[in-house]
């Protein structure tokens, strides 16, 4: 026996070494199919990556475009504030000078009505002196009872009221 002895040592350390072997294969397939499966999860992650990447940037454009409008509305409201508080100042200015030409109108009325009446009174006061001309000197009287002036009825006076300042501004909405 002792020549198959070393053939089954020879054997059987053959055989451990093709049990390693297939152990070894069996463990490079397992990491071959782990590298195969990390490189898919990786290449998914890597696109995924790039898809969030070109969303970001698009979200940066819209970022920045939304800015870009915002500044620009921000610049025409306040062109707008300014154009608004001029037209204010206009409108106040316009209704000052259009209440300053109403009182003008309603002094120079009452300055027409006292010359009126002035010239009224100036008017009876010398037909009084030719009536009593014409009674000391006898003389027929020009003016017979036909041609009486009727008594002039004073038209009653309209008042211009003043346009309080409130109305008629401009409305914000």
């Not at 069996?26 to 590298?35: H, S």
């Not at 990390?38 to 790039?50: N, S």
């Not at 209704?95 to 100036?122: C, G, N, P, T, W």
Request: aromatic share 2%; charged share 35%.
């Amino acid at each position: 026996m002792a020549p198959s002895a070393p053939r089954t040592r020879v054997a059987a350390a053959l055989r451990m070494k093709q049990i390693a072997l297939d152990y070894q294969n069996r463990t490079i397939r397992r990491l071959r199919a782990q590298l195969a499966t990390e490189r898919r999860g990786l290449t998914a992650t890597k696109k995924e990556l790039e898809e969030t990447q070109v969303a970001l940037e698009a979200s940066h454009k819209v970022i920045a475009g939304l800015t870009e409008i915002g500044l620009s509305m921000s610049k025409k409201i306040e062109k707008m504030k300014v154009k608004k508080h001029q037209v204010r100042a206009n409108h106040v200015e316009c209704h000052q000078k259009f209440q300053a030409r109403i009182h003008e109108a309603k002094d120079s009325m009452q300055a027409q009505h006292l010359l009126i009446e002035d010239l009224v009174d100036e008017k009876d006061s010398l037909l009084q002196t030719i009536h009593g001309l014409q009674e000391a000197n006898n003389a027929p009287a020009p003016f017979d009872g036909d041609w009486e002036e009727e008594p002039e009825e004073e038209p009653e006076e309209e008042e211009i009221e003043d346009i309080p300042l409130g109305e008629g501004e401009i409305d914000d909405e």
